[in-house]
């Protein structure tokens, strides 16, 4: 198994005889840490996991936290997966048969086989959240991917609303995607002022939470906005709690002040971004000449100059921010001053109503942030609200406004993951074996996907088999699974390494080996380093990993000829690389070096990664488009507060749209990851033994309700009945549940029935389908684009917050 001895590696920690240790990806990594673990091996079996070794820059990078220290427990955990499985009873009814692997294959290839033929090979979907299979785009996902594109399956995640609102403001203000995504967080090391906004990085991002402690002994203020008084709130210097779903009234106000105070960086304004282009007051697009050329105001010459489009230098030597013309008879003003007017509205005094934040606040705030010599705005993805897109475009605007962006200690952030360069394998060749063309499998957006089942039009879909996910639990509605999707599957499969609240419904299911137990590439993992995973020990019962299982299946229906490596020989064609940062690696970067390094150290450039180094931009102007003419057809032009989707908070003041009396949130839970390490009795303990839900003490009051009465939490979606507990970190108007605990751990009902069906034609508004048809026009909608589902994923918004509910006691 290629283990490293004990002393061949000056930089491990203290191994006694015996020990050898392997690197692994954490189980629990789809908490987007992306750490690797170094695993220690005695005698055959896992002893216990620690830090990795990076080596030169990153050499004091890559911590792990409690749950990848507690990882290692998970091979042996008995809830664990270890026969393949057949149902035996009705679906639901937990009666299971254990059969062979043979068994099992045989049986799902004869089912598929006669599903192709009765109905086309479309009439199997394949469900992929790549982020659940360790690592992401693992061989779980490539290998996928090569069987549903050869096969010709529906790959139905497309603009799934999942952890996609900051792919909005990146793609529109930015004109990319994944590039955001990750940034350094050494970043933060030297910065002035931090906030921390909708997000809880101290108990759910520890490589996040070691830098914002770093750059706090550096002397920087850290607050944060938030809901809860969570873990973030407790470490931060200040707290500024604000209503659900309301924090672009907050960030735009600060724009207005910022911008009625004159104290933007006018020279960051007029260089980078779209500022000083003329906007037509008629139909509000920008100014062009004849030439298609954008039209700024030449401040010396007192007349309109033209702009190349895709140039970013200044055609003259004074372009005009703030001004208001008419040029040929057209009346316009600059993009600018279309900004100015559009957030007066939003004063101090005004956004009071929306978010709670008192008028002194949010002026001392934006005192602060502004006065800081390089301020951060840390905003991850505790906003899931439909008006999320509005609130990450506003952080990207304060941060064009005060010009900090692209420099250390400066910077915005949306989907906050914390990584080093990006690293691009060789992973075409492998899930388009004959090239794009020959790509088959069918893209369906979510709400399409739900819509089409239910009708069976325009062609049936008779098949689900999730790769990766546990969408009954976590991509909610649970009721809309289990009553309107799977009664319409003829086979659902399910591949995992526990049984989980989908498994529970499908025909059979899989075991999977975890990443303790097979071969592969770690990536994005490992601050700038490729680190190959080997296994640490045999896999556990009948567990096999996707390689197997992809192989076998392909064998049986006709396309083995394709599935003829093992898992080794597909890291080798990965690392075959033409990225510089994987290809200028000296000496080169082969499988024989990987393995006996275990990991090598990418050729990266001497700084950290910050996706706005350089401040090159990829939208039509080549600028920052903080006005952006594409949002035109929806009004969206400019980021601006749109009421979420079930308001509840005009509603906590008792005038808005009744859904319900109270706001219903069921976030992250410190020692789970999503539905994982819940079936550790341990982890379970530290989350409180069994699920119950938080309430503020004087609602609770209001309700007749005492702490640990039973209450149902009900609305027209669905029911839980909890133990509910009085808590003052739950602010009033807001009622919640611990995200993760699987349904067999509730007495009555479940939380996920509440939540609106995410991706549905529910949560989709005007915004989220303009958005998509312009990803579509720029060919960014492309089959197996990235390796999985994740590549389409733009287009929709995460609405598990937009929840309203009601409460009941429950009398005994
Ligand atoms: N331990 C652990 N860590 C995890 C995960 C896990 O399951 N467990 N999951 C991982 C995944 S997939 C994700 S996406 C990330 C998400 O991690 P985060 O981005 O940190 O998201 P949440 O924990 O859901 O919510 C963070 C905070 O958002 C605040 N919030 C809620 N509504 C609002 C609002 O309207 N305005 C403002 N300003 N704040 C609001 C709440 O105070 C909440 O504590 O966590 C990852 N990390
Ligand atoms: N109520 C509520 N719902 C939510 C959220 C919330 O905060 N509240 N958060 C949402 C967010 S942000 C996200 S990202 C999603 C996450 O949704 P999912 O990606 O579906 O969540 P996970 O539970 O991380 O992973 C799914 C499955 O992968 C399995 N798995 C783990 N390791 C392996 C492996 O090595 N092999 C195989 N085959 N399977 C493995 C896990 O056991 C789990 O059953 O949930 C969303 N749903
Ligand atoms: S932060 Fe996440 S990936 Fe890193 S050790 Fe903890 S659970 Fe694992
Ligand atoms: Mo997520």
Same mark, same amino acid.
């Given at each position: ?135 992401? +785009? ?19 995640? +497309? ?116 500022? %000083? ?125 005060? !010009? ?71 991509? %909610? ?57 080997? &296994? ?43 990225? &510089? ?29 910050? &996706? ?171 089959? !197996?684009? !990235? ?26």
């Amino acid at each position: 198994m290629g283990r490293r001895q004990e002393g061949e590696n000056e930089r491990s920690l203290i191994m006694t005889q015996g020990e050898s240790f392997v690197y692994t990806c954490c189980p629990g990594w789809g908490d987007h840490e992306f750490c690797a673990i170094k695993t220690i091996v005695k005698d055959g079996k896992i002893v216990r996991t620690e830090k990795p070794s990076y080596t030169g820059a990153e050499a004091n990078e890559g911590y792990i936290c409690q749950k990848g220290i507690m990882s290692c427990r998970q091979p042996y955990n008995p809830k664990r997966l270890l026969h393949p499985l057949k149902r035996a009873g009705e679906r639901g009814e937990g009666k299971w048969e254990e059969i062979s692997w043979d068994q099992a294959l045989d049986e799902i290839a004869a089912k598929l086989l006669q599903l192709r033929d009765d109905y086309g090979p479309e009439s199997l979907a394949m469900w992929d959240v790549v982020a659940s299979v360790p690592p992401s +785009q693992g061989l779980a996902a490539v290998l996928s991917s090569r069987f549903m594109g050869l096969w010709g399956a529906t790959d139905p995640i +497309q603009g799934y609303g999942l952890d996609n609102g900051p792919f909005y403001a990146a793609f529109f203000d930015m004109g990319d995607f994944y590039k955001y995504m990750t940034t350094d967080p050494a970043n933060f090391d030297t910065s002035d002022y931090i906030i921390v906004w909708g997000a809880n990085p101290i108990e759910n991002q520890q490589r996040i939470a070691k830098h914002l402690v770093e750059a706090r002994s550096n002397g920087a203020k850290i607050v944060d906005i938030g809901l809860l008084f969570d873990g973030t709130a407790g470490f931060a210097d200040e707290f500024i709690p604000v209503k659900p779903g309301s924090d672009p009234a907050l960030s735009l106000t600060m724009a207005n002040l910022i911008i009625q105070d004159k104290r933007y960086n006018e020279n960051f304004l007029l260089s980078y971004t779209v500022a %000083p282009f003329l906007v037509r007051d008629d139909t509000g697009e920008f100014l062009r000449d004849a030439e298609g050329n954008y039209l700024v105001w030449d401040a010396d010459a007192e007349a309109a100059a033209p702009m190349t489009p895709g140039e970013q230098a200044s055609p003259v030597a004074r372009m005009e921010l703030d001004g208001v013309h008419e040029v040929g008879g057209v009346a316009c003003k600059t993009a600018f001053a279309c900004l100015r007017e559009h957030v007066a509205s939003y004063t101090p005094e005004w956004q009071e109503g929306v978010t709670g934040v008192a008028p002194e606040v949010v002026r001392r705030l934006t005192d602060e942030y502004v006065a800081a010599p390089n301020a951060y705005i840390f905003g991850a993805l505790g906003l899931r609200y439909q008006n999320q897109g509005e609130s990450y475009r506003s952080f990207y605007l304060l941060g064009m406004l005060t !010009g900090n962006l692209g420099r250390p200690g400066a910077g915005v952030t949306s989907e906050m993951l914390p990584a080093g360069f990006p690293m691009i394998f060789n992973d075409t060749p492998i899930t388009m074996p004959l090239g794009r063309e020959g790509y088959k499998a069918k893209m369906l957006r979510q709400n399409e996907f739900i819509n089409q089942v239910k009708s069976q039009e325009p062609y049936p879909i008779k098949a689900f088999w999730v790769i990766a996910g546990n969408p009954v639990h976590n991509c %909610p509605n649970r009721g809309l699974w289990i009553d309107e999707i799977f009664p319409q599957m003829e086979l659902i499969v399910d591949v995992d390494i526990w049984m989980t609240d989908t498994g529970q419904y499908a025909d059979y299911v899989l075991p999977d080996c975890m990443p303790f137990e097979r071969y592969e590439l770690v990536a994005s993992a490992a601050y700038n380093h490729i680190v190959l995973q080997e &296994p640490a020990i045999e896999p556990q019962g009948e567990a096999r990993d996707p390689t197997f299982l992809y192989s076998e299946l392909a064998k049986r229906v006709g396309l083995g000829e394709y599935f003829d490596k093992t898992a080794e020989e597909w890291i080798e064609v990965r690392i075959q690389s033409k990225w &510089p940062m994987i290809a200028g690696i000296q000496p080169p970067l082969t499988y024989e070096r990987l393995k006996k390094e275990k990991l090598v150290r990418a050729a990266t450039p001497p700084v950290n990664w910050d &996706p706005f180094m350089g401040l090159q931009f990829n939208t039509p102007s080549k600028r920052l488009e903080f006005y952006c003419e594409r949002l035109l057809p929806v009004g969206a032009q400019m980021a601006a507060y749109r009421e979420p989707l079930e308001a509840p908070t005009p509603m906590s003041l008792g005038n808005g749209t009744a859904k319900g009396r109270y706001h219903f949130f069921s976030g992250r839970q410190r020692f789970f990851m999503q539905s994982m390490f819940t079936d550790d009795p341990v982890m379970a303990d530290l989350s409180g033994g069994y699920p119950t839900g938080r309430m503020n003490p004087a609602d609770a009051q209001a309700e007749g309700i005492k702490d640990g009465d039973k209450v149902e939490i009900y609305n027209e979606r669905g029911h839980v009945t909890i133990e509910m507990k009085l808590d003052q970190q739950i602010p009033p108007g807001t009622v919640q549940c611990w995200f993760g605990w699987r349904h067999d751990a509730f007495e009555d009902g479940m939380y996920s029935e509440l939540i609106p069906a995410l991706g549905s034609d529910y949560t989709l508004n005007d915004v989220s389908k303009h958005w998509d048809s312009c990803v579509r026009a720029i060919g960014g909608f492309q089959p !197996g684009f !990235g390796t999985g589902g994740i590549g389409g994923m733009a287009g929709a918004w995460d609405t598990i917050w937009d929840c309203a509910c009601d409460v009941r006691k429950v009398e005994e």
